[in-house]
């Protein structure tokens, strides 16, 4: 089944594309029958949340596990969680199965489900239990639950208290502690906790206060309805530098720059975490404002700082995403001769050929340095102690998971009282977003898929560069093409477009050497005009947009407070938008670009205008 239609076609028919009590019911009845048929029976199925569900109500966990009951398993319910603690409580009491109720960096409106088999994410179509067949499951019991005169869904089962939270906490600071440097000296570092006001908050808290770090926390009150606003990664990616004054100065910018005045000889930096903890960026104060070190700078300085140990008898390999500075490859190469994979983006396709399912999985398999992206991902393999009813011979297993706490604490710990920095020269990274679009619209000999083609065909038209598409199979929707120069025929870009796996919205991205802006930059801006142009017209979302163009970009308003812009599209949209959901649309136009906030408030940018036919 096409997971892009099942996608749509089931929460339309669950309530208008809302996730609503049912489906969690569905999905977790899904999964755990499917794993019943094999042979998975007996099995406890870890259930954890970033804390937008808990902080209000808890219904949509308790739906959850009741699909899970119903479909012949337990569960053991971790509570709020950091996702990269569900697969390490799987594999360390023994429970091959895990899920996470979390929509990771996105606001507080949106929802969804991550599930692991043996710590892993699932794959698309790896047999077993892979994405299509827990689609192809979905969908089935959904047209059961339609046929049947008396529906098996619980109108909306009552929450229950999480049974485990105290040890499921206990178990993952624990496996941090553990896989952190010991015996340094903390006292030259301060930290800046940025909590995102989600799942890491405890954890994170707890940690620093055993290492005995000095620190101070931000968005650290979750309430469910605040989960990454106004922090947390998704407000520092895409920049390598950010401003301590001005408009907009995020709050773990505005505490690490007051406490650097104050303690101008103490390294201050900045720990920052997206919603359920899966990725982390570091920000480190200097004179020339907070620098910005992301994914792939992290993974850099891994190796760099001998927390991954590069061993000259091994053929380990590093792992990198095609979102990722092609700069750091290179770099890793030239530096340590170490191997360099690229793969699709995702941390599961960071993880993908250790998998399982895989078919290249064997004892030949080269291991694992280290694996990253730029959004904030890093895995570095770990040792998880098994339990007891393990047999000897197999004591440990490795873990493949992104953790940002983890990743961050052990670049800083590494050499605490040196400032973090890359040695590197820095490439060429830019990417536009486009939202509100009808997602299926773009795929691989589509129409849209096509124009993008020809357009950037076009563009290096009596250059010396020569564009080149390469088909990622793993991720054949992808339109990516890489920008080859003279003779020698060398990669010196690459500019491509691809669907968001968790948004509604298309990413487009160029990425380059140094030099390379000039040719780039105007072709990612084409790329975006023209997508702009093909948005959902029958999309709430960009009935929403429309109407706040319409205000700001008007004679009348040129600039509003959010709270008077939210009353004004009432007469426009015939009710009220909810705050959450009002929100998350301010949120996307402005990292589509189109909507800036300063100190009047909400303002449409100039020559962004679009027209959508």
């Not at 794993?35 to 808990?54: M, T």
């Not at 993008?452 to 038209?461: E, N, Q, R, T, Y």
């Not at 109407?547 to 600039?559: F, G, K, N, P």
Request: charged share 15%; proline share 7%; with cysteine.
């Amino acid at each position: 089944i096409n997971a892009e239609y099942m996608g749509e076609a089931l929460q339309q028919a669950i309530e208008g594309c809302v996730l609503t009590p049912s489906f969690f019911y569905l999905y977790g009845w899904a999964f755990a029958s499917l794993a019943h048929d094999h042979k998975f029976g007996g099995q406890a199925v870890v259930v954890g949340e970033d804390g937008r569900d808990h902080h209000c109500g808890g219904v949509l966990r308790s739906s959850f596990v009741a699909g899970v009951a119903a479909g012949g398993l337990e569960w053991w319910d971790a509570g709020v969680i950091p996702t990269p603690a569900v697969p390490m409580i799987c594999l360390a009491k023994g429970h091959r199965l895990g899920a996470m109720l979390t929509a990771s960096h996105n606001p507080s409106n949106q929802n969804g489900i991550k599930v692991f088999v043996d710590g892993y994410k699932l794959l698309p179509d790896k047999g077993g239990i892979c994405d299509h067949t827990l689609t192809a499951r979905l969908f089935q019991l959904a047209l059961h639950q339609d046929c049947s005169p008396t529906p098996p869904i619980p109108c909306t089962p009552p929450p229950q208290p999480s049974q485990h939270a105290t040890e499921a906490l206990e178990l993952y600071v624990s496996h941090l502690l553990r896989h952190l440097p010991h015996g340094m000296s903390v006292e030259p570092l301060y930290i800046v906790f940025d909590a995102a006001n989600g799942a890491c908050v405890a954890a994170g808290v707890s940690v620093l206060q055993r290492l005995g770090v000095p620190h101070a926390v931000v968005n650290g009150h979750p309430t469910g309805l605040n989960i990454n606003q106004d922090g947390g990664v998704g407000e520092v990616e895409g920049f390598e530098r950010l401003s301590v004054d001005g408009e907009g100065v995020l709050p773990v910018v505005r505490a690490m720059h007051t406490h650097a005045c104050a303690h101008p000889h103490i390294l201050t930096v900045g720990m920052v975490v997206d919603g359920d903890g899966d990725r982390g960026y570091l920000l480190v104060h200097t004179q020339q404002g907070v620098e910005v070190l992301n994914g792939d700078d992290l993974a850099y300085l891994l190796v760099h700082r001998q927390e991954v140990k590069v061993c000259a008898d091994a053929d380990a390999v590093v792992y990198t995403t095609v979102e990722g500075d092609l700069m750091v490859p290179r770099a890793m190469q030239q530096e340590w001769a170490v191997r360099t994979e690229l793969t699709c983006v995702g941390d599961k396709w960071l993880s993908a050929p250790y998998h399982p399912s895989m078919d290249v999985v064997s004892p030949h398999t080269a291991p694992m340095l280290v694996a990253s992206e730029e959004s904030g991902h890093v895995i570095v393999p770990l040792q998880v102690m098994l339990p007891h009813t393990t047999p000897p011979s197999h004591t440990t297993t490795l873990l493949y998971t992104g953790d940002g706490l983890l990743t961050v604490l052990k670049v800083l710990l590494a050499r605490p009282a040196q400032p973090p920095a890359v040695f590197y020269q820095r490439g060429l990274r830019a990417t536009k977003y486009v939202y509100f679009i009808n997602k299926s619209e773009f795929h691989e000999g589509s129409v849209q898929w096509r124009e993008d083609g020809a357009l950037i065909v076009s563009h290096f038209l009596d250059t010396r560069f020569t564009p080149v598409a390469r088909r990622f199979p793993a991720d054949a929707d992808m339109l990516y093409y890489a920008v080859l120069e003279g003779e020698g025929q060398e990669q010196v870009g690459a500019v491509f477009v691809r669907n968001s796996g968790t948004e509604v919205k298309q990413s487009l991205y160029i990425r380059g050497t140094p030099s390379m802006g000039p040719v780039l930059t105007p072709l990612l801006d084409k790329l975006q005009a023209a997508h702009q142009a093909h948005k959902c017209l029958t999309s709430p979302e960009y009935a929403m947009e429309r109407s706040i163009r319409a205000l700001l970009a008007s004679s009348t308003h040129t600039c509003m407070p959010p709270t008077e812009l939210r009353q004004a599209l009432t007469p426009l949209l015939h009710y009220t938008p909810e705050l959450a959901d009002f929100d998350a649309v301010v949120h996307a136009l402005r990292k589509e670009g189109v909507l800036q906030h300063n100190s009047a408030g909400l303002q449409w940018v100039h020559g962004c205008v679009q027209v959508c036919v």
